[in-house]
């Protein structure tokens, strides 16, 4: 199982980036996946999960402003962030986890046991 992030780089407050994902090794559409992030000097944050249903989870202080989404034909998953902060500035992973298709899309780091690499986003 490998997780490839891509899309991270820097943009100005207030601008969008779409972060994708692409899994290999397996079918993505028997896993629940979500993003990660993790700035300097913190500890890593659930973002946002999706189950194999397509059932979301948002973090609430992020709901509204990023949007995860999964394509199972592309094996790719995705985050697009609108109205970026610089607040938002870490490195972004995404992770995966064999579960039900309709299991809760937990955005507990506990709840992952393969990630990837991470792509770094900094709003400046």
């Known amino acids: 199982v490998q997780l490839v992030e891509s899309g991270g780089g820097s943009v100005q407050a207030g601008g969008s980036l779409r972060l994708s994902c692409a899994a290999s090794g397996y079918t993505l559409s028997s896993y629940c996946m979500a993003w990660f992030r993790q700035a300097p000097g913190k500890e890593r944050e659930g973002v946002a999960g999706i189950n194999p249903d397509g059932d979301t989870n948002h973090d609430d202080s992020m709901k509204g402003r990023f949007t995860i989404s999964r394509d199972n034909a592309k094996n790719t998953l995705y985050l697009m962030m609108n109205s970026l902060k610089p607040e938002d500035t870490a490195k972004y992973y995404c992770?995966?986890?064999?579960?039900?298709?309709?299991?809760?899309?937990?955005?507990?780091?506990?709840?992952?046991?393969?990630w990837g690499q991470g792509t770094q986003v900094t709003v400046s």
């Open positions: 992770a995966a986890v064999s579960c039900l298709y309709d299991a809760f899309p937990s955005i507990k780091e506990r709840s992952y046991n393969y």
